[in-house]
T-cell receptor, first 112, second 116 residues
Framework: EDKVVQSPLSLVVHEGDTVTLNCSYE??????LLWYKQEKKAPTFLFML????IEKKSGRLSSILDKKELFSILNITATQTGDSAVYLC????????????FGRGTQLTVWP | DGGITQSPKYLFRKEGQNVTLSCEQN?????MYWYRQDPGQGLRLIYY???????QKGDIAEGYSVSREKKESFPLTVTSAQKNPTAFYLC???????????????FGPGTRLTVL
């Protein structure tokens, strides 16, 4: 059975801290791994990773994929209160129209 | 504006009633998806459709039904057979392969269903 596991499930930090969120997966016919940020409503897309070792970066957020060890990390540097959200990891299998498998998410809370 | 719309935003239902949640997209996406989210849980796939007039069951299809008569629309009906329907429902869409597309799914704002 395909599976996506995120850790930790919950994380509380202070502004300015750096955090690392983890996502491990065990699926057949892996195609891509996606990170989303969810603040109370619809998830918004952050990154899509398809190749190992290539870092994707957007501002203070970055992510990398290890296809050999079957995991990805999402780093957030110099955290701000606006980073407080649930971060979801999802893995796409099969064709481009194949389904996504989601992890349970990591609830990040950033205190001022 | 291009995007995905879901209605209503909040929906209250009495036990034993069927309700239909609307999902419309004007992104010209071929594939559409319905997810359910419960507190502390990730997104669980209910149904998905890759082309018009075709759809597949996801992991938790029991008690739900869908139709895909138009490319733009993918309504979800929560039937009385769904034993615990109170949840947040998200609709998503993505492009078809071979069009320079990505695998990204884009989400609507969601419908929060509460059974009274």
């Amino acid at each position: 059975e395909d599976k996506v596991v995120q850790s930790p499930l919950s994380l509380v930090v202070h502004e300015g801290d750096t955090v690392t969120l983890n996502c491990s997966y065990e699926v057949t016919n892996f195609r891509s791994l996606l990170w989303y940020k969810q603040e109370k409503k619809a998830p918004t897309f952050l990154f899509m990773l398809t190749s190992s070792g290539i870092e994707k970066k957007s501002g203070r957020l970055s992510s990398i994929l290890d296809k050999k060890e079957l995991f990805s990390i999402l780093n957030i540097t110099a955290t701000q209160t606006g980073d407080s959200a649930v971060y979801l990891c999802a893995v796409r299998v099969g064709s481009t129209l194949g389904r996504l498998y989601f992890g349970r998410g990591t609830q990040l809370t950033v205190w001022p | 504006d291009g995007g995905i719309t879901q209605s209503p935003k909040y929906l209250f239902r009495k036990e034993g009633q069927n309700v239909t949640l609307s999902c419309e997209q004007n992104l010209n996406h071929d594939a559409m998806y319905w997810y359910r989210q419960d507190p502390g849980q990730g997104l669980r796939l209910i149904y998905y459709s890759q082309i018009v007039n075709d759809f597949q069951k996801g992991d938790i299809a029991e008690g739900y039904s869908v139709s895909r008569e138009k490319k733009e629309s993918f309504p979800l009906t929560v039937t009385s057979a769904q034993k615990n329907p109170t949840a947040f429902y998200l609709c998503a869409s993505s492009r078809r392969a071979g069009t320079g597309s990505t695998d990204t799914q884009y989400f609507g704002p969601g419908t929060r269903l509460t059974v009274l």
